[in-house]
């Protein structure tokens, strides 16, 4: 069974950086894409960026220039660092991996548990 676990949510200053991981516990055979989505209050669910296999990274307009998405395939990890933030920024964020467990399997999506991030003087 494969978890993904998340850390590094908490309190931000507006301006101030926050990183934040996700790693998986168990084991990919391959591992398409990795991402993090965020849901703000009273708010759906959005797209904040994600890394494919290739390395080709995509970003939601609101925070491009602001923040990046990397991933370590060796660690089945994937890190966005989120520089100067803003208020807006506040939501749970949910890392999201697509990928296989095994051959045998389709391609699936798994997400973690969520990890509050707050942007706040």
């Known amino acids: 069974q494969v978890q993904l676990v998340e850390s590094g949510g908490g309190l931000g200053q507006p301006g101030g950086s926050l990183r934040l991981s996700c790693a998986a516990s168990?084991?990919?055979?391959?591992?398409?894409?990795m991402g993090w989505y965020r849901r703000a209050p009273g708010k759906r669910r959005e797209l904040v960026a994600t890394v494919s296999s290739g390395g080709s990274n995509n970003y939601a307009d609101s925070v491009k220039g602001r923040f990046t998405i990397s991933r370590d395939n060796a660690k089945n990890s994937v890190y966005p660092q989120m520089n100067s933030l803003k208020p807006e920024d506040t939501a749970v964020y949910f890392c999201?991996?697509?990928?296989?467990?095994?051959?045998?399997?389709?391609?699936?999506?798994?997400w973690g548990q969520g990890t509050q991030v707050t942007v706040s003087s």
């Open positions: 168990g084991r990919f055979v391959s591992i398409s894409a």
């Open positions: 999201n991996f697509r990928g296989r467990i095994d051959y045998s399997y389709p391609i699936s999506e798994y």
